[in-house]
T-cell receptor, first 114, second 114 residues
Framework: NAGVTQTPKFQVLKTGQSMTLQCAQD?????MYWYRQDPGMGLRLIYY???????DKGEVPNGYNVSRLNKREFSLRLESAAPSQTSVYFC?????????????FGSGTRLTVV | QKEVEQNSGPLSVPEGAIASLNCTYS??????FFWYRQYSGKSPELIMF????GDKEDGRFTAQLNKASQYVSLLIRDSQPSDSATYLC??????????????FGAGTRLAVHP
């Protein structure tokens, strides 16, 4: 059982380059999320998708776009990478948008922008 | 801005002792609370959640919630070196639109020494 799969695991970009982080879950979850994790700042929500066909901004959406391609897949795009976007990115999912469900996280993408 | 605060640590305890991890939150309307464990270089994994005042036990772990004082704690009994990790507290604030958007603390690093 794969759970939540993220690709790539590591990436180095030059300032101004673009890339898409991929996320797929095989648990038939409705809600999916993108977080970034920086030292001393914890996990911060970038974008989320409560259900297929919907997306909404989180706490730190600037510089990012997302696509909920179908129920399984939720991608995060950096159009013009900046050094401030150097971080570890986690995708997560929950069965429903209800309150008591914790997240299942992917293994993360470590992104460095030089 | 809704906040979740944790002492960054490290919290150092001897093997076999009880480790006590604390978390405070700012949104009095918060509904559910989660503890995640994160090993270095890995993704967070859910340990347990709690949404009612009082204690909830699961094996060596006990979560404690006091909504009036706005704090959540995690006790780890019989601590083992394998418990050495960063523990993240997450809070689901008063939901808007019924969406499950967790706010994470920056985490407390626990070190269990033999």
């Amino acid at each position: 059982n794969a759970g939540v799969t993220q690709t790539p695991k590591f990436q180095v970009l030059k300032t101004g380059q673009s890339m898409t982080l991929q996320c797929a879950q095989d648990m038939n979850h409705n809600s999916m999320y993108w977080y970034r994790q920086d030292p001393g700042m914890g996990l911060r929500l970038i974008y989320y998708s409560a259900s297929e066909g919907t997306t909404d901004k989180g706490e730190v959406p600037n510089g990012y776009n997302v696509s909920r391609l179908n129920k399984r897949e939720f991608s995060l795009r950096l159009e013009s990478a900046a050094p401030s976007q150097t971080s570890v990115y986690f995708c997560a999912s929950t069965p429903l948008s209800g309150e008591v469900y914790g997240y299942t996280f992917g293994s993360g993408t470590r992104l460095t922008v030089v | 801005q809704k906040e979740v605060e944790q002492n960054s640590g490290p919290l150092s305890v001897p093997e076999g002792a009880i480790a006590s991890l604390n978390c405070t939150y700012s949104d009095r309307g918060s509904q559910s609370f989660f503890w995640y464990r994160q090993y270095s270089g890995k993704s967070p994994e859910l340990i347990m959640f709690i949404y009612s005042n009082g204690d909830k036990e699961d094996g060596r772990f006990t979560a404690q919630l006091n909504k009036a004082s706005q704090y959540v704690s995690l006790l780890i009994r019989d601590s083992q070196p394998s418990d050495s990790a960063t523990y993240l507290c997450a809070v689901n604030p008063l939901v808007s639109g019924g969406y499950n958007k967790l706010i994470f603390g920056a985490g407390t690093r626990l070190a269990v020494h033999p």
